[in-house]
């Protein structure tokens, strides 16, 4: 298993520009998340999905969309970047939308916005 | 709603010493309580986790946690610190209110392990 990969590792975009970032796990895990993390905040949940076709907020929802059409692939969508939104994104995934299952990490996405 | 506090963003520890990285939850029913182990440059991954069995949780690399309801406390503890120890601590709280399955993490704790 490749366990959950994201792409791009790095990525530079200018204010106002759209994106997405992609997230993908081979494990059939029911529950998927994004998450951003900034220096001194730790990580703050984005959105999530217990299972393909349902999304919901997290923490700070604004200016990102999901959607899970398939339960492998679970991509975050930038509308208009802006520079607050400069941070290391992580996606996650356990196997049940419980709340008790180990969340399994990917390597992150370091995006900046100029 | 769920929360979960870590004090002490930066903490050091001498080889060989104990360690002791702090987190308090904040619950209205007891939830789900996790710790993440973050290397430079790595992704997160589970040193342990509490689901309501026992209250003493052993995990990975010799690391366990207590939890203790009357105190709100889930704080993590390894009895001899080694070098490979440092890296960044997350205290993470799932489950309250029951059917909530969103994971909240703490700001987390970056370890510094003395020579």
């Known amino acids: 298993n490749a366990g959950v990969t994201q792409t791009p590792k790095f990525q530079v975009l200018k204010t106002g520009q759209s994106m997405t970032l992609q997230c993908a796990q081979d494990?059939?895990?029911?529950?998927m998340s994004w998450y951003r993390q900034d220096p001194g905040m730790g990580l703050r949940l984005i959105h999530y999905?217990?299972?393909?076709?349902?999304?919901d907020q997290g923490e700070v929802p604004n200016g990102y969309n999901v959607s899970r059409s398939t339960t492998e692939d679970f991509p975050l969508r930038l509308l208009s970047a802006a520079p607050s939104q400069t941070s290391v994104y992580f996606c996650?995934?356990?196997?049940?939308?419980?709340?008790?299952?180990?969340?399994?990490f990917g390597p992150g996405t370091r995006l900046t916005v100029l | 709603a769920q929360s979960v506090t870590q004090l002490g963003s930066h903490v050091s520890v001498s080889e060989g010493a104990l360690v002791l990285l702090r987190c308090n939850y904040s619950s209205s029913v007891p939830p789900y309580l996790f710790w993440y182990v973050q290397y430079p440059n790595q992704g997160l991954q589970l040193l342990l986790k509490?689901?309501?069995?026992?209250?003493l949780v052993k995990g990975i690399n010799g690391f366990e946690a207590e939890f203790k309801k009357s105190e709100t406390s889930f704080h993590l503890t390894k009895p001899s610190a080694h070098m490979s120890d440092a890296a960044e601590y997350f205290c993470a709280v799932s489950g309250s209110p029951p059917g909530t399955y969103k994971y909240i993490f703490g700001t987390g704790t970056r370890l510094k392990v003395l020579a």
């Open positions: 509490y689901t309501s069995a026992a209250t």
């Open positions: 999905s217990v299972g393909a076709g349902i999304t």
């Open positions: 494990m059939n895990h029911e529950y």
């Open positions: 996650a995934s356990s196997p049940r939308a419980t709340g008790t299952d180990t969340q399994y």
